[in-house]
């Protein structure tokens, strides 16, 4: 079955980086593009970064462009999201999710918790 | 940028009852991209119709979605105690994604 694992969240100060990970399983990975999507806490969801299936195309919300870059590795089967410069803004649940092409987002993580403070 | 503003906020039901979620964008899109997603708390947020009317695999036939345009609706028909949750609807642009703000469904 579809599995998608995040990690690397945690607690991080401001104007620092963090590198998330996307761990992927039950289907063919290389074939899919993939999102990264946010929910702060106790708010509603947020798209952060698009990439597509062989990673030569890549989309940002304007919120993180120029501090956040999204990767992966289909060797691995791994999704990446590398985040510079956060902000306290930036504090949410991190999702990976799969895309449907032209319709949503089909399999998501269970998500990992980004917390930028001092 | 097609912006997506679900109404009404809350939406306060007793099981059994039916329920109408309303999603509205600030231009038409095609019924094609447009998604609905159920997520409960400390969950994340589940495919539950596409292409504005379909319902995904393994999803309740009381879940129901419709409209065209500007104007769409996810319809519960009978309330069912799990059914209690937060309802996102959904554009799928060309390279990007646009939730509307949600609709709390809680129980009365």
């Known amino acids: 079955q579809v599995q998608l694992v995040e990690s690397g969240g945690g607690v991080v100060q401001p104007g620092r980086s963090l590198r998330l990970s996307c761990a992927a399983s039950g289907f063919a990975f290389s074939n899919y593009g993939m999102h990264w999507v946010r929910q702060a806490p106790g708010k509603g969801l947020e798209w952060v970064a698009l990439i597509s299936y062989t990673g030569s195309n890549k989309y940002y919300a304007d919120s993180v462009k120029g501090r956040f870059t999204v990767s992966r590795d289909n060797s691995k089967n791994t999704l990446y999201l590398q985040m510079n410069s956060l902000r306290a803004e930036d504090t949410a649940v991190y999702y990976c999710?799969?895309?449907?092409?032209?319709?949503?987002?089909?399999?998501w993580g269970q998500g990992t918790l980004v917390t930028v403070s001092s | 940028e097609i912006v997506l503003t679900q109404s009404p906020g809350t939406l306060s039901l007793s099981p059994g009852e039916r329920a109408t979620l309303s999603c509205r964008a600030s231009q038409s899109v095609s019924s094609t991209y447009l998604a609905w997603y159920q997520q409960k708390p400390g969950q994340a947020p589940r495919l539950l119709i596409y292409?504005?009317?379909r319902r995904a695999t393994g999803i309740p036939d009381r879940f129901s979605g419709s409209g065209s345009g500007t104007d769409f609706a996810l319809t519960i028909s009978r309330l069912e105690t799990e059914d209690f949750a937060v309802y996102y609807c959904?554009?799928?642009?060309?390279?990007?994604?646009?939730f509307g703000g949600g609709t709390k469904v809680e129980i009365k």
């Open positions: 999710a799969r895309d449907w092409t032209l319709t949503g987002a089909d399999y």
């Open positions: 959904q554009h799928h642009g060309s390279s990007s994604l646009t």
């Open positions: 292409d504005a009317s």
